[in-house]
C-alpha cells in the first residue's frame, strides 16, 4: 500500500493522536505550551540519552485528562495525562515514568507491535494509518479515534495495553537507565505505590495507567528490590526547578485561580510564584494584577523567553494587540526555534492587523509543527485576509483533515485544487488531503 505523502508525513505524529482516547466516545486534547514542554524536554533529555534515544526526536506531550496514565504510541512521542502530572511530587517520580515508556521504545515493545499491524491488513490497522490526517491536535479526538478504531475497541486497547512480561522489562530498563543518568530510582517505587492496591479493584474502576501497565504483587517486589539498594544521589535542585515550573504553570491553569493563590507562595522559587500568580490573575480578568506579576517574574530571569510567552498572551487576550507583538517579539528573539512562540506571535501580528508579518511567523511556526490546529486556522484567516483563497483553503482542508471531519477536508481540498496552479507545492499539499478523505471516507 503506497501511503498518501500527507499521510507518510504525519504517521510520526499519528499513530498517537488518533489514539489519544481510551475508547471512541471520548475526546481527548493536547495541551500544548511552550514553557510547559520545554520543562519537560529538560526533564527527559538525561533520560532518554541514557535510553539510547535522541533527545530531539522523542517529543514528550501532555495531554489534557485527569485520568492517571501514560502511554506511548511510536518511537518519538511520549503522552502523560495532566492528571498524573498533577499527581506527581518531584522530578525523580516523573523522570521515572519517563523512563518507563522510554524503556516500551528501546525495548522494541512498541516496533513489534507497530510491525505487526502494518503487516495485518485489518480494519482496525487500516483505520490507524488513515488516522495518520486526523490527529487530535485540534481538540477533536472524537472524530480520529472514529477513524483510527472503527468499531473495533476491542483491538485498541490491545494495542494499548503491555503484558506483564513486558511491563517487568521496562522496570529494569527504567532503573537503569535512571542510576545511569545519576537519577535516584526511588521515583520509581514512588510512582508505582501510587497504584498499589488496584489490581483488587474491577477494571471500570482502575485507573487507565493500571488497565494498559499491569501491577502485580510480584512485580512491585521486584521492583523494590531493585531500588532499594542504591544509595541515590538525592533530589537534583535544577530537576526539580523543571519539574515544579511545569507543574506550576498546568495547574495555574487547570486549577480554580483561588487555590492557585493560596498555594503560590509555596513554590520553589520566586519566579515560579510569580509566574502562577500572573496565571491566575489572568484567569480572574484582572489584567493589572496578572501584568504586574509576571513583570516581575521577568525581573527575576531576565529576558526569559516563556516568562514573556505568558505576558504576550496575557496581552494578546486582553486585546492589547500591539503590546503583544513587541513582547512576542521578544520572546521568538529569546527562542527563535520555538513554534509556539512564532505561532503566538503571528496570531498577535494577525490581531494587530499585519497580515504580511503574520504570514511570515505562522509559515515558520507551521515549517517545525505542522500539527498545530489553532496555528492553522489563524494562517487560514491570514491567507483570505491577504487575497490567496486558495492558500486559505489548503490549511482549512490540512485543519480539517487534522480534526477528523474528513468530508469538510474533502470540500476544501477540492476548492484549494481549482483555485491554485496544477502541480504547485499547495496544489499537491491539497491533492494529499483529498486523496486521505477520499480513503477515510470510502471507510
Known amino acids: 500500500m503506497i501511503l498518501p505523502r500527507l499521510i507518510a508525513k504525519c504517521l510520526s505524529v499519528v499513530l498517537l493522536l488518533s489514539l489519544l482516547a481510551a475508547s471512541p466516545a471520548r475526546a481527548a486534547t493536547l495541551l500544548r505550551d511552550a514553557d510547559i514542554e520545554f520543562s519537560l524536554r529538560q526533564l527527559a ?15 514528550i506531550l501532555l495531554i489534557d485528562d485527569s485520568a492517571l496514565n501514560a502511554f506511548v504510541v511510536d518511537t518519538q512521542h511520549i503522552f502523560i495525562h495532566s492528571g498524573l502530572m498533577m499527581k506527581l511530587t518531584t522530578a525523580e517520580q516523573l523522570q521515572a515514568v519517563i523512563a518507563h515508556e522510554a524503556a516500551h521504545i528501546s525495548n522494541g515493545h512498541l516496533a513489534r507491535r507497530l510491525g505487526n499491524m502494518r503487516s495485518a491488513r485489518t480494519a482496525a ?5 488513515l488516522a495518520a490526517v486526523t490527529g487530535a491536535a485540534s481538540g477533536n479526538g472524537q472524530a480520529a479515534a472514529a477513524v483510527a478504531a472503527g468499531t473495533q475497541g476491542s483491538a485498541m486497547r490491545l494495542f494499548f495495553t503491555h503484558t506483564r512480561a513486558e511491563e517487568s522489562a521496562a522496570d529494569i530498563s527504567s532503573v537503569r537507565f535512571m542510576m545511569r543518568a545519576g537519577i535516584d530510582p526511588r521515583g520509581a517505587l514512588e510512582v508505582q505505590e501510587i497504584f498499589r492496591g488496584q489490581e483488587a479493584l474491577s477494571t471500570a474502576r482502575q485507573d487507565p495507567y493500571m488497565r494498559t501497565h499491569p501491577l502485580s504483587r510480584d512485580r512491585l517486589r521486584a521492583l ?31 486549577r480554580a485561580p483561588s487555590w492557585t493563590l493560596r498555594r503560590a507562595k509555596d513554590s520553589i522559587s520566586q519566579d515560579i510564584n510569580l509566574m502562577r500568580q500572573a496565571a491566575a490573575y489572568h484567569r480572574q480578568s484582572n489584567t493589572k494584577r496578572a501584568l504586574k506579576a509576571i513583570d516581575q517574574a521577568i525581573a527575576v530571569r531576565k529576558s526569559d523567553p516563556f516568562l514573556l510567552d505568558l505576558k504576550g498572551q496575557i496581552l494578546l487576550e486582553s486585546r492589547n494587540f500591539n503590546a503583544a507583538v513587541q513582547t512576542f517579539r521578544a520572546a521568538a528573539k529569546g527562542a527563535p526555534r520555538e513554534p509556539l512562540i512564532l505561532a503566538g506571535l503571528g496570531r498577535a501580528q494577525l490581531a494587530a492587523g499585519d497580515v504580511r508579518g503574520a504570514l511570515r511567523s505562522l509559515e515558520a511556526a507551521r515549517g517545525r509543527d505542522f500539527s498545530n490546529g489553532r496555528l492553522l486556522r489563524d494562517l487560514a484567516v491570514a491567507y483570505a485576509k491577504q487575497g490567496q483563497p486558495g492558500m486559505a483553503s489548503t490549511v482549512t482542508a490540512e485543519r480539517y483533515a487534522l480534526q477528523g471531519r474528513m468530508k469538510d477536508a474533502k470540500l476544501h481540498a477540492e476548492r484549494a485544487m481549482g483555485q491554485l496552479p496544477r502541480g504547485s507545492g499547495p496544489w499537491q499539499r491539497a491533492q494529499d488531503v483529498l486523496s486521505a478523505a477520499e480513503r477515510a471516507l470510502r471507510r
Open 125 to 129: 490497522g487500516l483505520g490507524l494509518l
Open 224 to 254: 523494590r528490590g531493585l531500588v532499594e539498594g542504591h544509595k541515590g544521589a538525592g533530589p537534583n535542585t535544577t530537576s526539580q526547578y523543571w519539574f515544579e515550573r511545569a507543574k506550576g504553570k498546568l495547574t495555574a491553569f487547570k
Open 45 to 59: 533529555k538525561p533520560v532518554l540519552s541514557a535510553a539510547g534515544l535522541n533527545p530531539n526526536s522523542v517529543r
